[in-house]
């Protein structure tokens, strides 16, 4: 798929982003570039190869779940910038909340 500055341009106004006709050029050609790259990719022949989601094997190294003891409420409550008491209060961060 070759990319030109019509491409850029309509893409652009698809993602709302504003792009001059002289950025659209200069995009252009880099873009195509990168497409072709891609299509190099998708050309080689992965026949045999097990599909993999990172080079390395990775392991996670978990502790046990285990209770601790936790802070007492006073002490996390001085730290907070507003409390009532029971609880730290924030800011509601959804519409309708909190009115």
Do not use: C, F, W
Request: aromatic content about 2%; glycine content about 6%.
């Amino acid at each position: 798929m070759k990319i030109t500055h019509e491409t850029v341009q309509h893409v652009a106004k698809l993602a709302r982003l504003a792009v001059s006709e002289e950025e659209a050029r200069q995009l252009a050609p880099q873009l195509d570039e990168i497409i072709g790259y891609a299509e190099q990719l998708q050309a080689v022949d992965l026949e045999g190869v097990e599909p993999t989601s990172h080079p390395l094997p990775l392991v996670n190294v978990l502790r046990k779940d285990e209770p601790r003891p936790s802070l007492p409420r006073e002490e996390v409550l001085a730290g907070a910038p507003d409390h009532d008491g029971e609880q730290v209060r924030v800011p509601a961060v959804l519409e309708g909340y909190g009115e």
